[in-house]
């Protein structure tokens, strides 16, 4: 029966998501347990585009991600992929009407790693709204579960929070993607003429969208509101690490959180949400 295949593809999302980000596998843990493997499923499909074209470097990344949409377009066309990753997707694409839209704007974001080493200010703000908001907007979709009107009125604020995780993974990996990739995403960004007054002005675009996006979780659902939270209060915790790091240490080594920090901070997170202190 098919609804094996099925169950075992959402596991596999799971595992991928799990295998690749703590973080984000520890939110969503929290959600309400029938939002968790469709999120997965997102985080999966998402996690699998942006590794072929970051890590696969001894392949050919071109041909791998070309075939990879194609495989991706087959998916939802058939509602089924032999591929489980996208077998669980095109589930929740189809289940919690996703728009085709968000899934071909992230498709793009990932193909402009293949190609664009330097970002001006439009080029940027398009692939930040094709890695980031648009993810966001996916598991949006799930959250309000076809809650229309709920969904327009999150819809602006839940970008804005993916556009600040979305940049402060740029601040994290800043060294690692210059080096290792050639990278550079900031707006007229030159790595050597990196400062504190750079970086300040980089952390007040990031302060204004965090500050957005919380609007956001004090309207979700209960399911969902403590799961996001949960992220928000983890990336938010790396981001006052990162504005704490001279910009001098900060292209030098990759700021983290330390396993037993996260735990603090799951702690911290239940008992502000529990006596509503966000």
Known sequence: ???IYDNVSYKVSKLFTEAYSTSFGLGISRLGEELRMPVYAIYGFVRLADEIVDSFHDYNKEELFKRFCLE???ALEEKISLNPILNSFQEVVHKYHIEKEL????????????????YDRESFNTYVLGSAEVVGLMCLRVFVNGDEKSYQELKPLGMSLG????????LRDIKADFEGMGREYFPCFKLENFDDKEKGYIEKEIERDFKTGLQGIR????????GVYLSYVYYYSLFERIRKTPASVLITKRIRIPDFVKYLLMLKANFMYKFKMI
């Open 1 to 3: 029966m098919k609804i």
């Open 72 to 74: 991706v377009d087959r």
């Open 103 to 118: 899934i071909d704007t992230f498709l793009r974001s990932m193909e402009m790693d293949l190609t664009e080493k330097q």
């Open 163 to 170: 556009a600040a995780y979305q940049k402060i993974n740029f």
């Open 219 to 226: 309207k979700l659902p209960a399911s969902s509101a403590f």
